[in-house]
């Protein structure tokens, strides 16, 4: 039997065998779960983002090198990647803070400012526009580097992107392994907080399953994959940010894991064994082509205090049980996006949380 910790997000799911969401475990460091899991003598693979840990794991684990985390925290060396290997990415300007100050009410406007080696819960990108331009400065002002510590006797930076209107957008995963990689899927998440893709941005409002994705973005994964065998062997889960524009897909950004909540729409489609498939991954075998289901999953992040009651068992879900903002998602997978959102709508109805009512309505 393969157990396998996956962490997503706040919380971490146990993989055993098939069996999807087989527990919830709810932990504030995938260490300790290693460790225990160590301890009961479990084989284990694990993908989260703990970059910067200096730990000698007994397990099997897609936890990445210091190099590779890179590719997600360090956005100007992703950005000069992509543009090293031709993969199209909005034109961008690095300023450090002060000067950005001086020339923030210069650029066009709408822009995009990114925070570079930073970790803000949804906020380290900010579409500024003229509506939130005064807010946008002051809140980049009076902001402190919240990962300083990460990067001692390192200049802060930040990165000013051209802003490109968005025909469509998906988080597109794949699994990088030692001997080839796979595509896993892709999903259509939503950042901003309130409907319309209103308001400020989230670590995440909810996500559908999407299958209309390019195919040059395949060779896209397929540059970046033998690009990194070259220097550093990436291992375990990548998600490319795509924007497609009037016909070109634009990679934004590189995560070094997961999408959140992406993933939990991804998975339920997968037919392979995802233990099996991650457990292969992490201990440097090939990985088996993947194949998919027909379903169509839909999940919404909820937001403040509520309850769930009566919750059909066609819907899966996870509650925080600390007092947070973020207090978990609901996740259905029926044959269509409406059938997985009618489902979860109706069983949110009345339940006090707060959460858009778009996902999946708007493409």
Request: glycine share 6%.
């Amino acid at each position: 039997m393969i157990y396998t910790y996956m962490k997503i997000g706040i919380i971490g799911t146990l993989l055993s065998g098939s069996h999807f969401l087989g527990q919830w475990l709810e932990r504030d460091s995938t260490v300790q779960v290693i460790d225990e899991m160590d301890r009961a003598d479990l084989i284990i693979s694990v993908n989260s983002r703990q970059p910067f840990q200096n730990l000698n794991y007994t397990v099997p684990h897609t936890i990445p090198s210091r190099h590779n985390a890179m590719l997600e925290w360090d956005r100007v060396q992703t950005k000069e990647m992509f543009h090293e290997l031709g993969i199209p990415t909005p034109k961008f300007q690095v300023f450090e803070l002060e000067e950005l100050l001086k020339q923030f009410n210069h650029f066009k406007q709408p822009f995009v400012v990114k925070f570079n080696r930073d970790n803000r819960f949804g906020l380290q990108t900010i579409i500024v526009t003229e509506d939130n331009c005064s807010w946008a400065y002051e809140y980049i002002k009076s902001s402190t580097w919240t990962c300083a510590h990460l990067f001692p006797g390192e200049q802060r930076n930040f990165l000013v992107e051209e802003y490109i209107p968005a025909d469509r957008e998906y988080s597109y995963h794949a699994l990088f392994g030692d001997q080839n990689w796979q595509y896993f899927g892709s999903a259509r998440d939503y950042k901003q907080r309130l409907d319309g893709d209103h308001g400020d941005n989230t670590p995440g409002m909810g996500a559908y399953c999407v299958t209309d994705i390019d195919h040059i973005v395949h060779e896209y994964a397929d540059k970046i994959y033998h690009h990194l065998k070259k220097t550093d062997p990436y291992i375990g889960f990548i998600f490319l940010g795509i924007l497609v524009s009037q016909g070109i897909p634009y990679v934004l950004e590189i995560n070094i894991r997961s999408g959140d909540p992406e993933i939990q729409t991804i998975v339920p489609t997968i037919e392979n064994d995802i233990a099996e498939l991650l457990y292969l991954t992490a201990t440097g075998k090939e990985i088996p082509k993947i194949t998919c289901n027909t379903l169509r999953p839909v999940a919404i992040s909820l937001w403040g205090a509520g309850i769930l009651s009566n919750v059909p068992t066609d819907i899966v879900y996870s509650l925080c049980q600390k007092k947070a903002p973020y207090h978990g998602t609901v996740m259905a997978a029926k044959e269509n996006v409406e059938q997985s959102r009618d489902i979860l709508y109706t069983c949110l109805s009345g339940s006090g949380f707060s959460y858009r009512t778009d996902i999946g309505l708007l493409r």
